[in-house]
């Protein structure tokens, strides 16, 4: 289950509004082994794509280096799809090669019948996508 706080969830459905129509994508880091969400790093998509994200390779380097020296982890990878349902793409299942973290997806579509977007949670282990629930909270 992914417990995260309103103004994390809040931040993650601005980012993903704002940068529809091309695909959204970040980091929600928190500290080493607690598997809390905390600080909230908004990524550049360097795909600038409407179907696909990508994380910049110098971007990703900074983060992995900036994590390390704060003793933190990724604990939520986010990504918004700007068509389809809130749910992980074969590309998506793919990347993911953080065993430990949430992936967050959430939808920006208006199409279908689960109102203008969704806001869901995966674990994505060795290829294997697992729904989660997912609960909001004011603060840890």
């Known amino acids: 289950m992914l417990t995260i706080t309103q103004a ?3 931040q993650i459905v601005a980012h993903a509004r704002e940068d529809h129509p091309d695909e959204a994508c970040g980091v929600v880091a928190g500290p080493e082994g607690s598997g809390r969400p905390e600080r909230f790093i908004p990524m550049l998509n360097a795909a ?43 590309t998506d299942i793919s ?8 992936y ?5 579509a208006d199409t279908d019948s689960a109102g203008p977007f969704q806001f869901r949670s995966f674990r994505i282990v060795e290829g ?13």
């Open 128 to 140: 294997e996508v697992t729904e989660e629930e997912v609960t909001v909270v004011e603060s840890h």
């Open 95 to 102: 990347y993911a090669n953080e065993p430990g973290a949430h």
């Open 8 to 10: 994390l969830y809040d």
């Open 48 to 90: 600038r794509s409407p179907t696909f994200y990508e994380f910049d390779s110098g971007d990703l380097l900074k983060l992995y280096r900036e994590l390390d020296d704060r003793d933190e982890e990724p604990v939520i990878i986010y990504h918004s799809h700007t068509a389809t349902e809130a749910y992980p793409s074969r």
């Open 104 to 108: 967050v997806l959430v939808s920006t």
